[in-house]
């Protein structure tokens, strides 16, 4: 395809994805990469230098990444003009090149406009967004012990309450839509008729099944000892209620899941190692005080969009916090890896924020395309950078005698300890 504004590198090559989705990495694959808004300008160059120096040393100079920028957010807006928050390019970029990495991007809060991280992710049905939760030895963690906590998070991503459907307070829409639920559906319990907004929540059987399916999958294939479904199922009945009962029911169907003491929850054994899963559920409240209370007792977590959004930063908190949170958007053929948190504006362009998210989300990206061996020098560095105790302002305030180190100085003390 030919861009407008996107420089391919002349010295890179595809990553092109096979039929049964495993990927053909060349030696110098392009990645393309999104900058981001806040503090993107700062974690993102230093997420480069700290994966650049891990592949270098991994493979001696015999593979590296020919980095690609693709444009989104306030960057696209002033390069592209009229407007244009996410180029139509930046998404062929993502789908062509099957293996991304972003940073963080604005959303306004209460009006403007939606999101452009949702809209990646829906446009590109990226449905599943996983998120690693692990401590690393020595971060400061309000826990007596972190080092409970090891669970992967498979949110849904791609419907619930952020298919954005919603109409405003004092509208026409809103009106004819309060007035539909009250005429023609018999509801009689919107508390203020005349000055509510409405918003509606989409949850479906295919989008659950599908979500839920690389979950047990996911614990088949890294021999986890069980999946719990996260849900509000007693008040939502038929969207998060149901996507307990969807979840159960692909347990059966397709892993051969037998209820356990009548059931609901099933186990099942698997078919790689021989072990038995577990898969259980539990409603989202109680989930969120159990987590921090019995951490041990939950290992894969599936969960519907919002909840995953809730759960993703409560989780990252026991582990050390935002700083350090990785993730990754997946289809079945396109990857796209981000930090959980935001743009923290009022840090960006300081140079003093943990770029840790996204280097660990480097990190992801690297494994997904093979390249283990660099992976792990990322991880022997985050873990060396912590013991020493340099790290950056998030950890040192909460650390007794550790030195604080600026974003990008945080960057070389991992690559010193690779
Ligand atoms: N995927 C994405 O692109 C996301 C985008 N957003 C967007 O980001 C914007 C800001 O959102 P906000 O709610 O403030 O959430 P943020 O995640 O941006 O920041 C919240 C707080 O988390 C801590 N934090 C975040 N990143 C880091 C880091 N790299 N290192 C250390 N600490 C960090 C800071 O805490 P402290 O103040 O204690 O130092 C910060 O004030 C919004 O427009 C939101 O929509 C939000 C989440 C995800
Ligand atoms: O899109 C946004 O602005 C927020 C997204 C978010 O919080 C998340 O993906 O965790
Ligand atoms: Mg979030």
């Known amino acids: 395809m030919a861009y407008d504004k996107i420089i391919v590198p002349a010295d890179g090559e595809k990553i092109t994805v096979n039929s049964d989705f495993s990927l053909s990495v060349p030696n110098h694959p392009i990645i393309p990469f999104i900058e981001g808004d806040g503090i993107g300008i700062d974690i993102t160059p230093v997420m480069i230098k700290v994966i650049n120096a891990a592949v270098e040393k991994a493979y001696n100079g015999e593979r590296s990444i020919a980095w690609m920028e693709i444009y989104a957010g306030e960057k696209a807006n002033n390069l592209y003009g009229g407007d244009t928050w996410l180029p139509d390019e930046t998404y062929e970029a993502v789908k062509e090149f099957a293996v991304s990495i ?145 979840g159960y029911e692909i347990a059966k169907e397709e892993f051969g899941a037998v209820e356990i003491d009548g059931g609901p929850w099933c186990r099942f054994k698997n078919p790689k190692t021989g072990n038995e899963i577990t898969v259980k559920d539990s409603i989202a409240d109680a989930f969120l005080q159990q987590i921090l209370l019995r951490p041990a007792e939950y290992d894969v977590i599936a969960t519907l969009n919002l909840n995953g959004d809730y759960v993703s930063d409560a989780l990252a908190a026991q582990v050390g916090g935002i700083g350090i949170a990785p993730g990754a958007n997946l289809s079945d053929d396109v990857a796209m890896f981000e930090a959980t948190h935001g743009t923290a504006p009022k840090y960006a362009g300081l140079d003093k924020v943990n770029p840790g998210s996204l280097i660990l989300s480097a990190e992801m990206m690297l494994r997904h395309m093979g390249w283990i061996e660099a992976a792990d020098l990322v991880v022997k560095a985050m873990s060396g950078a912590i013991k020493a105790q340099t790290v950056t302002y998030d950890f040192e305030r909460l650390m007794d005698d550790a030195t604080l180190l600026s974003c990008s100085a945080f960057g070389d003390a991992m690559i010193d300890n690779m």
């Open 102 to 246: 972003k940073g963080p991007l604005t959303t306004p809060v209460g009006g403007g406009m939606r999101s452009l991280n949702v809209a990646l992710r829906q446009v590109l049905d990226l449905y599943v967004c996983l998120r690693p939760i692990r401590y690393y030895d020595g971060t400061p963690s309000p826990l007596k012990r972190p080092d409970l906590t090891n669970m992967v998070i498979f949110r849904e991503n791609s419907e619930d309450i952020y298919a954005g459907i919603e109409w405003e307070e004092g509208t026409d829409d809103v009106k004819k839509i309060i007035d539909f639920l009250q005429k023609e559906m018999g509801v009689t319990k919107i508390r203020f008729p005349e000055c509510s907004g409405i918003g509606v929540k989409p949850v479906s059987r295919d989008g659950t099944r599908r979500l839920v399916r690389k979950a047990l999958q996911y614990a088949i294939d890294n021999d986890r000892s069980s999946v719990t479904l996260v849900h509000k199922g007693n008040i939502m009945k038929f969207t998060e209620g149901a996507f307990k009962n969807w």
